[in-house]
């Protein structure tokens, strides 16, 4: 504590005082407010207060603790300046060409020192001592890690002259895609808010596997270059105080800070980078600002009375951009001479020198020296705060203007300018051309550049994805329980649990399983996980667990194995996505299974689960009380109807609904095979349910239908002619559909067929592919599809879901017979599960009165027999449609 009741001068402080009371006196209250602030603000300057939480607008290293800078300056620069040119004859080429095609040249004008000094410094590719660094890049400025790439030969003319056209296979992805790209680019970060989330918890995953002493990272570190508009994403905010929290120094954040965004200033009446400023420090994030270049260090020096620093300080992101738009003049004028004492500053600067003023995130030894501290800053996760101008060297056209983001193309003159801007040996026959500016072979620069990625181990971005492949042990080791089941109560969530639980045991697969929970594990019946495998914390646990004496008792641990990851549907789904790259970000093949409520994943998690399928992510992704009216009393926003349509719209996810716990078992299993054997790129959603019932040992012989998407279960026989109508039942609504057979048959003689659909995508995955080869291969002999073999015929077909009819119609059309789809369309709502499935239409009911009514359609039974069933079993034919209520 000071002690402020000493004080080393009591008559300074009368006079100090005394002065106070007079302005007071005679200039009223407000004045002594205002003497007040401005001391504040006068002590803030001086660093002897910092009540706020942001410092001066200055940068954060003072120009004494610098330090001399590592490179070749003038030659980095002229490197910067041919990738500039590259990057931007390669989006210009391409909208010349084309037209249309779209890309960015501002952005990567912003970033590229940002990006330079990290690749000549900082971004390591890895070699035999450590891995690679994790570098995720601003995806709109892919061009200049293309053009990059290009001088060290990674990349030829004709893939650069190909930009953004992929259709014929040898083109360069918009922005870094993986899938797309699958050598050149580990992490997706086209949809904004995606990278920042995605760094931090690869970081923090990086940490899990350490101290689980699965694998040693070493100096290994995650960078990730993103925008300042890209800040006000959820995404991009939300897992800041886990990063600190954890004390993530394995991390850096540098934000481009352009102040614009697409169609304007993102703060244009505030500071972007104040209000990040304060942000971070406020989520516990060590903050360097880079705001001005070193051509501003003589400026401050001089500025004893800090009248610039006042007058930075008071200038908006608007202003500042209008700055940056305009000449040394505009400069001059709106700027420096709006104090005299602030003229006088400048008094003896040309106004050539005052327009080349620049802006730190422009100067390398500005870059440089707050990447170092970063790097060396321990205990936690530093931002870098660059203050850059959007289209920096494109002149009138595109810098700092209100339209750069959009500008992609540009007429000669401005090329010249640019040209010129940037001292490039271009012929103007190149300009015209927009020739691509190759190094010669052994040239000084090419030289340099390969010799810095060298010493940084290598090139990057590189992905790979060779780890070694993990053994799943035999399927009736650890689910025996679930295929010889027996008619034993229990639901399918309680049954992956119980598969997860044995897998965790397997000596070789065990170690490499990654359960994580957001914040459901009691309600998935996982609380036997606490203690068996512990959860995760990097400090272990520092306090008696009020439930210590308990079985179930919440232990924490540094070795812990689940990852509990909070109330944050989008850091468990990171989390998931971490684990699920492992295998090629780190060359371990780790098996992540995220179990989650099924409404709030790819409701509510979408776009993630988008870019982990981009990532070739592999691991499950369990969709827990699942459908619409298995929960029964939660209500509108917790009962999913829709998690499956969306699930069959992602290429490489594989996803199932199924009923019973041995379906279960057989798709876990192949998956875990295909995943972790076999190390194909595909991921698998399957549905649980958290409803209890009789589950039944496993047929003879289904195994492989069950992957494939559909068997017969059984058949209802009500006299001796054929099937009279299949009936298909997926998920929960299996057993009504089941227990409709029972009644066609002792209600109206009706013979049927029930079929269990483990997933309607996978059937129509497998259709299409069927009907698009019979299409396109005429002559051939015409291949039948598993839907095709399975349905043959024109019975009627009744299929019953607990999703919207959209999920089961995804096979309508591969079949001849008449389709009836029922399901959950409408809002759910709180109530029984037999009062909801009433309500939806989805019950044994209803499909039977479905099925008479597609029989009496078709003339093999009386009209009146539909009437007759909804008399009989008591349906209200005139309510409302559920989609309507
Ligand atoms: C989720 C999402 N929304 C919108 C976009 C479209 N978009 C691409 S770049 C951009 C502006 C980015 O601004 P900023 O992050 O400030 O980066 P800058 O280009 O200024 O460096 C927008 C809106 C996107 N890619 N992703």
């Known amino acids: 504590m000071r002690d402020f009741d000493s004080d080393s001068d009591p008559g300074e402080t009368r006079e100090w005082l005394d002065a106070l009371d007079a302005s007071v006196r005679a200039g009223g209250r407000e004045r002594g407010l205002f003497l007040l602030r401005k001391l504040e603000e006068q002590a803030q ?45 390669m989006v210009v080429r391409a909208n010349q060409a084309y037209g249309d095609l779209g890309g960015h040249i501002a952005s990567y004008a912003s970033a590229a020192e940002i990006f330079e000094v990290g ?89 899990y596997l350490e ?14 270059v993103f925008g300042d508009g890209e800040m006000d994403e959820p995404e991009s905010v939300a897992a800041l105080t886990l990063a600190a929290r954890e004390k993530l120094d394995n991390l850096t954040f540098v934000i481009n800070c352009n102040l614009q965004r697409l169609d304007g200033p993102v703060r244009g009446n505030g500071q972007i980078i104040q209000e990040l400023e304060s942000l971070f420090i406020g989520a516990g994030w060590n903050v360097i600002k880079v705001l001005w270049g070193s051509d501003w260090d003589a400026l401050f ?76 800053h321990r205990d936690g996760p530093t931002i870098v705060l660059a203050k850059t101008k959007k289209g920096y060297g494109m002149g009138g056209v595109g810098e700092s203007r209100m339209t750069s983001h959009q500008q992609k193309k540009l007429d000669l003159d401005a090329l010249k300018v640019f040209r010129d801007r940037f001292g490039l040996a271009l012929s103007d026959d190149a300009l015209v051309e927009m020739r691509f500016h190759p190094l010669a072979e052994n040239s000084r620069e090419s030289v340099y550049l390969r010799e810095r990625r060298a010493a940084l181990g290598g090139p990057l971005p590189m992905r790979r994805a060779t780890a070694p492949p993990v053994q ?36 070789a697969l065990g170690p490499r399983i990654v359960p994580i929970v957001a914040d459901e594990a009691r309600t998935f019946g996982m609380a036997n996980l606490f203690r068996q495998i512990g959860i995760y914390s990097p400090v272990g646990q520092l306090y008696e667990p009020e439930d210590a004496a308990s079985m179930l008792r919440y232990r924490e641990a540094k070795d812990g194995q689940l990852l509990e990851e909070g109330i944050t549907e989008a850091g468990a789904l990171s989390s998931w996505v971490a684990a699920a790259t492992s295998y090629s970000v780190h060359g371990i093949a780790m098996l992540p299974f995220y179990i ?21 992510s ?70 649980v349910m958290n409803e209890n019932y009789a589950q039944p040992s496993m047929p003879q012989r289904v195994a492989a239908d069950i992957v494939r998407g559909m068997y017969r279960f059984l058949t209802t026989v009500a006299g001796s002619e054929p099937p009279q109508a299949r009936l298909l039942g997926s998920g929960t609504i299996l057993r009504e559909v089941i227990a409709a057979a029972a009644l066609l048959r002792d209600d109206w003689h009706v013979t049927t067929e029930v079929w269990s659909v483990t997933s309607f995508s996978e059937l129509a995955r497998e259709a299409r592919g069927v009907e698009r080869a019979n299409r396109l291969r005429l002559g051939d002999e015409p291949a039948r599809s598993h839907v095709e073999q399975c349905l043959t015929g024109t019975a009627p077909i009744v299929a019953a ?85």
């Open 45 to 89: 300057h001086l660093g002897i207060i910092a009540h706020v939480p942001y410092s001066a607008y200055r940068n954060t290293i003072p120009l004494e603790e610098q330090g001399a800078y590592p490179g070749d300056l003038e030659l980095e620069e002229r490197i910067t300046s041919i990738m500039r040119w590259n990057a931007l004859a």
């Open 119 to 207: 690749f000549n410094h900082f971004f390591h590719g890895g070699n035999d001592t450590r891995g690679a660094d994790l570098v995720f890049f601003q995806p709109h400025s892919a061009p200049g890690v293309y053009a990059r790439a290009f001088l060290e030969g990674r990349l030829g003319e004709e893939r650069l002259a190909n930009y953004r056209q992929e259709v014929g296979g040898n083109g360069l992805s918009s922005y870094p895609h993986p899938w797309l790209m699958p050598d050149f680019w580990q992490f997706p970060t086209g949809s904004m808010g995606i990278g920042p989330i995605s760094a931090i918890y690869q970081a923090r995953f990086m940490r």
């Open 211 to 224: 101290h689980r002493g699965i694998a040693a990272m070493g100096e290994r570190h995650v960078w990730g």
């Open 301 to 376: 020096a001089r500025d004893t009375h800090h009248v610039l620093l006042r007058q930075l300080s008071a200038t908006v992101d608007g202003q500042y951009q209008t700055l940056g738009a305009n000449d040394g003049a505009y400069n001059q004028s709106h700027f420096f001479d709006l104090d005299p004492e602030l003229r006088a500053l400048v008094a003896h600067m040309t106004l050539g020198e005052i327009d080349a003023l620049k802006r730190g995130g422009h100067d390398f030894r500005k870059l440089y020296a707050a990447l170092r501290a970063a790097r060396a």
């Open 472 to 507: 799943v042990p035999p399927l009736d080791r650890y689910a025996r329980f679930a295929l010889e089941a027996a008619e034993h109560q229990m639901s399918t969530t309680t049954a992956v649990v119980r598969i997860i639980s044995n897998l965790l045991k397997d000596d």
């Open 596 to 616: 989650y409520y099924s409404m709030f994943g790819f409701q509510r998690v979408g776009d993630l689960i988008w870019a982990a399928a981009d990532q070739r």
């Open 618 to 687: 592999r691991g499950f992704l369990l969709g827990a009380t699942a459908g619409r009216t298995t929960l029964g009393g939660e209500g509108l926003q917790h009962q999913d109807g829709s998690s499956h349509v969306v699930a069959a719209t992602v290429p490489n996810c594989r996803a199932y609904d199924p009923a019973f716990a041995y379906e279960l078992a057989v798709v876990v299993d192949h998956g875990a095979r295909q995943m972790v054997e076999r190390q194909e790129d595909v991921f698998y959603y399957i549905t």
């Open 801 to 885: 879901t607990d999703y919207v009819r959209a999920y089961p119609q995804l096979i309508a059309s591969y079949v001849d017979a008449r389709f009836v789809a029922l399901g959950t369309d409408g809002f759910g709502r709180s109530d029984t599960r037999a009062a909801l499935r009433g309500f939806f239409e989805n019950d044994r009911w209803h499909v039977v009165v479905a099925t008479l009514h597609a029989l009496a359609r078709q003339g093999d039974l009386p009209p009146t027999v539909v009437a007759a069933a909804i008399e009989r079993y008591g349906i209200d034919a005139t309510a409302d449609p559920p989609w309507d209520h």
